[in-house]
């Protein structure tokens, strides 16, 4: 098995204890942003809880270093975005979903205040022109960091008999017994 410059051999993919836990809790990343996201969503209080229903047209804008990662793309018929929340509030742990009415811890809601702010959309696309995407059902702000672009695969990505416990009213269906 192979090994990392100046680490122990790494252990097998099944092994209980994390390959190097301290370095995993105090990890630090870097993020470039590929671009930067257009929309008619100057606020929060603006934009739609979620983005999927909207009708509202945004345009993604692809740094020039980054065209060349938009080969192809044109023969996708919806994306999935990341975007950092760049106005999120980084220290809340709960959240009161607005449809609820009650707590439930943010990693259970789909809050943009979270401690790491990632926004994920899954986008129709409408265009490319360019370096520019016109995408539809997207609830980003105006100026919001676009972190990375991934096509979305029907086949794989699409699981209809996921649940959310809490928002069905109970506890979730889970497959796997638990």
């Keep these: 098995m192979g090994s990392l410059p100046n680490h122990p051999p790494l252990k097998t993919l099944h092994s209980p204890k994390p390959f190097f836990p301290f370095a995993a809790k105090h ?8 671009g930067v996201i257009h929309s008619p969503y100057k606020t929060r209080a603006e934009a739609p809880f979620q983005g999927r229903p909207s009708e509202e047209v945004s345009e993604v804008e692809v740094f020039d270093e980054f065209l060349p990662g938009l080969a192809d793309v044109e ?9 950092w929340l760049d106005r999120a509030d980084r220290k809340v742990l709960k959240a009161f979903p607005p449809h609820d009415g009650k707590e439930h811890g943010v990693f259970a809601t789909r809050s943009p205040n979270r401690p790491n702010p990632i926004g994920l959309g899954i986008v129709d696309l409408v265009g490319v022109a360019g370096g520019r995407l016109r995408v539809r059902g997207l609830d980003a702000l105006e100026g919001t960091p ?11 990505d ?6 959310v416990g809490w928002r069905n009213g109970g506890e979730s269906k889970r497959n796997d017994g638990r």
């Design 27 to 34: 990890l630090a990343m870097n993020l470039k942003p590929i």
């Design 75 to 83: 023969g996708c018929t919806h994306l999935f975005l990341l975007y």
């Design 146 to 156: 676009l972190l990375d672009i991934k096509p979305y695969f029907s086949e794989v």
């Design 158 to 163: 699409s699981i209809p008999d996921a649940s």
